[in-house]
């Protein structure tokens, strides 16, 4: 059974600190990350993807990927209330989009 | 229009109804899918379609029943549904065939079965 977890929070963080959230998945083969936001009651909308080791910085958001610990993070900078949602760690192990699958989110909350 | 529509955004039914969820995208992609997201748990993909072709049942129930008449298009009809069956249905679509291919989500029709 392939699996995505996360941890399920709540993640409470102040405004301002950097918020820091992670993922692992089981299925070795995975080839692509992404990490959606989703607000209470909204869609999820994509906020990063990555596709290869390392980090990848967009904003005040810094993904980082580890294939050999089959980690994925998501870091937050200068955290705003805005920021406060459910992300949602994905990953796909195959080349076409039907093999996402999905961790169960961890809400994040940033206190003013 | 732009991006993923969805109607209805809300919806209740008996068990004995029969209704449909209807998604359209504007975005030119070429694979639509149906997401159920149930509270405290993960997004579970339902069904896809590329170019019109069922690719993907993820062992869905057979109340559940889509349609998908064109590339712009999907539908999801209910039949004899069950209190479990609420949730918030998500239609979300994509371009297959790029190495970049994210899902674009709509904003969710939400289901109460009574």
Redesign the interface.
């Known amino acids: 059974q392939k699996e995505?977890e996360q941890n399920?929070g709540p993640l409470s963080v102040p405004e301002g600190a950097i918020a820091s959230l992670n993922c692992t998945y089981s299925d070795r083969v995975s080839q692509s990350f992404?990490w959606y936001r989703q607000y209470s009651g909204?869609?999820?909308?994509?906020i990063m993807?990555i596709?290869s080791n390392g980090d990848k910085e967009d904003g005040r958001f810094t993904a980082q990927l580890n294939k050999a610990s089959q980690y994925v993070s998501l870091l937050i900078r200068d955290s705003q209330p805005s920021d406060s949602a459910t992300y949602?760690c994905?990953v796909n192990s195959g080349t076409?989009?039907?093999k996402?699958?999905?961790?169960?989110?961890t809400s994040l909350s940033v206190i003013p | 229009e732009t991006g993923v529509t969805q109607t209805p955004r809300h919806l209740v039914m008996g068990m004995t109804n029969k209704k449909s969820l209807k998604c359209e995208q504007h975005l030119g992609h070429n694979?639509m899918?149906w997401y159920k997201q149930s509270a405290?748990?993960?997004?579970e993909?339902m069904f896809?379609y590329?170019f019109k072709e069922q690719?993907?049942n993820n062992s869905v129930p057979s109340r559940f029943s889509p349609e998908c008449p064109n590339s712009s298009h999907l539908f999801l009809h209910l039949h004899t549904l069950q209190p479990e069956d609420s949730a918030l249905y998500?239609c979300a679509s994509?371009q297959?065939g790029r190495?970049?291919?994210?899902?674009?989500?709509?904003?969710?029709s939400r289901l109460t079965v009574l």
């Not at chain 1, 996402?100 to 989110?105: A, E, H, N």
Request: proline letters at 7%; charged letters at 20%; glycine letters at 8%.
């Open positions: 995505v399920s992404f909204k869609s999820p909308e994509l993807s596709y949602l994905a076409s989009y039907d996402v699958i999905f961790g169960p989110g | 694979a899918y405290k748990k993960p997004l993909l896809v590329n690719t993907e998500l994509s297959e190495a970049d291919s994210v899902l674009t989500f709509g904003a969710g």
